[in-house]
């Protein structure tokens, strides 16, 4: 089944995926509707995320990544009017294009190493 999911910098080395995060867990939200997923996406943009591109991709392709990186997934059913969280993190493991990369990062509480972000991203760019 196809399934819409959001994405940030597609098709660049600087992609993302957006997550909804639940404690130190993440959730990647994939939508049976285009027009959900693209109406959840103008909602992030008032709470002033860069625009996300909708992607429609492969369901278990989704659910093999999110199994590989250790992030849990939600199917949005069609109609179902999804909201994002009122609270946002601070800092993206991305950065909206355009913008540069500041000098030194600070500690994350974050168990992804930079090699596993790597891997993450190549496996991304494959489901493309």
């Not at 860069?50 to 992030?71: L, N, R, T």
């Amino acid at each position: 089944m196809r399934v819409f999911v959001l994405l940030f910098n597609a098709r660049t080395e600087n992609e993302g995926i957006h997550t909804i995060q639940l404690g130190s867990r993440n959730k990647v939200l994939m939508f049976e509707s285009e027009d959900d997923a693209t109406r959840f996406g103008v909602m992030l943009e008032a709470q002033d995320f860069p625009e996300p591109a909708v992607e429609a991709i492969d369901d278990e392709e989704i659910k093999e990544f999110c199994d590989s990186v250790d992030y849990d997934w939600e199917l949005v059913p069609a109609g179902a009017l999804a909201i994002p969280p009122e609270d946002n993190v601070t800092q993206t493991q991305w950065q909206a294009e355009g913008q540069s990369q500041p000098e030194s990062q600070p500690e994350s509480d974050s168990d992804v190493s930079q090699d596993e972000l790597d891997s993450m991203r190549r496996r991304l760019e494959g489901l493309l």
